[in-house]
């Protein structure tokens, strides 16, 4: 199973960027996916999962209003589409998932996914 997350770059406040997460070995529309996010010098946090089932999302708070997450199963990839970018925003976002088709009360816990990408760099700066 390998997960592949692209579509990171540099944008100014304010602007918007689309995440992309396809996969080799899995289909994604089968499972919750998650992503995830770690700043410099900062702890891993989940940002956003969406179930399999019936692609409900979840996001933090910091987020809501400004990321969306949504799948293509014709591509086997998940996006997150991130909107009104702000500097807090910047950090290396993973991809994860962990065999099961719901996100779960504990969505945002690193330790319930199996699977990970490489990460894309976010930067939000002027």
């Known amino acids: 199973v390998q997960l592949q997350a692209s579509g990171g770059g540099l944008v100014q406040p304010g602007g918007s960027l689309r995440l992309s997460c396809g996969a080799s070995?899995?289909?994604?529309?089968?499972?919750?996916i998650g992503w995830f996010r770690q700043a410099p010098g900062k702890e891993r946090e989940g940002v956003s999962c969406?179930?399999?089932?019936?692609?409900?999302?979840y996001y933090i708070d910091s987020v809501k209003g400004r990321f969306t997450f949504s799948r293509d199963n014709t591509k086997n990839t998940v996006y997150l589409q991130m909107n009104n970018l702000k500097p807090e925003d910047t950090a290396i976002y993973y991809c994860?998932?962990?065999?099961?088709?719901?996100?779960?009360?504990?969505?945002?816990?690193?330790?319930?996914?199996?699977?990970w990408g490489q990460g894309t760099q976010v930067t939000v700066s002027s």
């Open positions: 070995g899995i289909v994604l529309d089968y499972y919750a």
């Open positions: 969406i179930n399999a089932s019936d692609g409900g999302t």
């Open positions: 994860a998932t962990d065999h099961l088709s719901a996100c779960g009360s504990s969505w945002n816990h690193e330790k319930k996914y199996d699977y």
